[in-house]
């Protein structure tokens, strides 16, 4: 059964702090923006649009991509660790991911929360520090892959989990954040996207080929069996 979304003010200090979403920004623009200056400073200088000016500035969009997907999920490890610890007990089949509902926008983040995707037999849930929701197999009738704005530099997409509560339509969109890096996490948003529609397609009591605990992913699946 689908409990709709339920806002949580929880008095807990806040793990996905201000803090560290700024810091998830500002860490890269340090790599992006001075090479950008001083090839402008250069170009100025010079009066021309030939010479280092033009490699200054070419190497910054570079250095500003290798940053956001090192440091783009800034302290990513230690707020999973928190969240776990937080909000024991989590069943074993669990991805730590970012949420947002369609509605959300914000320039500081594409997620709205951060918790965990878990799965059960007969429904699967999101269990975030500020938000919960519910939706059982029967209301889900759709899995698939759609772009956020980090899929421009392809370092994002979102997992489109759809449903239908009654005639009205819902969408719950996630992006895993078990990586440390956020290429990392794009690349393993296909596989997990497949291993939920393998899920969906399962019996309420048909085992689960891909476990998630402390490691989940490609570390923790069997050897002899892989997710369709």
Same mark, same amino acid.
């Given at each position: 059964?689908?409990?709709?979304?339920?806002?949580? %003010?929880?008095?807990?200090?806040?793990?996905?702090?201000?803090?560290?979403?700024?810091?998830?920004?500002?860490?890269?623009?340090?790599?992006?923006?001075?090479?950008?200056?001083?090839?402008?400073?250069?170009?100025?200088?010079?009066?021309?649009?030939?010479?280092? *000016?033009?490699?200054?500035?070419?190497?910054?969009?570079?250095?500003?991509?290798?940053?956001?997907?090192?440091?783009? =999920?800034?302290?990513?490890?230690?707020?999973?660790?928190?969240?776990?610890?937080?909000?024991?007990?989590?069943?074993?089949?669990?991805?730590?991911?970012?949420?947002?509902?369609?509605?959300?926008?914000?320039? =500081?983040?594409?997620?709205?929360? !951060?918790?965990?995707?878990? #799965?059960?037999?007969?429904?699967? %849930?999101?269990?975030?520090?500020?938000?919960?929701?519910?939706?059982?197999?029967?209301?889900?009738? &759709?899995?698939?892959?759609?772009?956020?704005?980090?899929?421009?530099? !392809?370092?994002?997409?979102?997992?489109?989990? %759809?449903?239908?509560?009654?005639?009205?339509?819902?969408?719950?969109?996630?992006?895993?954040?078990?990586?440390?890096?956020?290429?990392?996490?794009?690349?393993?948003?296909?596989? #997990?996207?497949?291993? #939920?529609?393998?899920?969906?397609?399962?019996?309420?009591?048909?085992?689960?080929?891909?476990? &998630?605990?402390?490691?989940? *992913?490609?570390?923790?699946?069997?050897?002899?069996?892989?997710?369709?």
């Amino acid at each position: 059964m689908y409990h709709g979304p339920s806002i949580i %003010e929880s008095v807990e200090r806040r793990i996905w702090s201000a803090g560290r979403k700024w810091a998830g920004n500002l860490i890269p623009a340090l790599f992006a923006l001075p090479p950008l200056a001083v090839g402008v400073g250069l170009l100025l200088k010079g009066q021309t649009l030939e010479g280092p *000016g033009l490699v200054w500035i070419a190497a910054s969009p570079a250095l500003g991509w290798i940053a956001v997907n090192f440091f783009g =999920l800034f302290q990513n490890g230690a707020m999973r660790r928190e969240m776990e610890s937080r909000f024991k007990p989590l069943p074993p089949r669990r991805f730590f991911v970012g949420m947002a509902r369609p509605r959300f926008g914000s320039a =500081l983040d594409a997620h709205e929360d !951060l918790g965990f995707l878990c #799965l059960h037999d007969g429904f699967l %849930e999101f269990r975030g520090e500020a938000m919960q929701h519910r939706l059982s197999k029967a209301q889900i009738h &759709a899995v698939r892959l759609r772009p956020n704005f980090h899929s421009l530099v !392809l370092l994002g997409r979102w997992i489109s989990i %759809e449903a239908s509560l009654g005639t009205r339509p819902v969408r719950l969109l996630v992006e895993p954040r078990e990586r440390a890096t956020m290429m990392g996490n794009f690349l393993l948003a296909s596989r #997990l996207c497949r291993y #939920l529609k393998a899920w969906l397609a399962e019996g309420p009591s048909a085992p689960s080929t891909m476990a &998630a605990g402390n490691k989940p *992913g490609p570390s923790t699946r069997p050897k002899k069996e892989r997710p369709a």
